[in-house]
């Protein structure tokens, strides 16, 4: 079992930045692939950015690609996604997510363990 806890969220205007944090309990962190996922009011949760277990391979949404950032921190246990130029249509509660085996798995959303959430608001 992993738990899950992520942190970071907030209200935010537009062009802002924020970091939020997913920090790891339970069974090896080092050994999951790590994935970002939001869920806007009204849709369905969305694939936004994945790490895999060595940080040594990204991927991201379009809609992330040049303005967000995964990275982690093995020896802390947490993955961290780095937010810039944050626009309104960013507002989302935004989930981080852990899988074991293939990579591919990440942007699929087949994720073996959840977090509970962070919401972020951005002002416009």
């Known amino acids: 079992q992993v738990h899950l806890v992520e942190s970071g969220g907030g209200l935010v205007q537009a062009g802002g930045s924020l970091r939020l944090s997913c920090a790891a309990s339970?069974?090896?962190?080092?050994?999951?692939?790590m994935g970002w996922f939001r869920q806007a009011p009204g849709k369905e949760r969305d694939f936004v950015a994945a790490i895999n277990w060595t940080g040594g391979m990204t991927d991201y949404a379009d809609s992330a690609k040049g303005r967000f950032t995964i990275f982690r921190d093995n020896a802390k246990n947490t993955v961290y996604l780095q937010m810039n130029s944050l626009k309104p249509e960013d507002t989302a509660v935004y989930y981080c997510?852990?899988?074991?085996?293939?990579?591919?798995?990440?942007?699929?959303?087949?994720?073996?363990?959840w977090g509970e959430g962070t919401r972020v608001t951005v002002s416009s």
């Open positions: 997510a852990a899988a074991d085996g293939s990579f591919g798995r990440v942007a699929l959303g087949a994720m073996d363990y």
């Open positions: 339970g069974r090896t962190f080092s050994g999951y692939h």
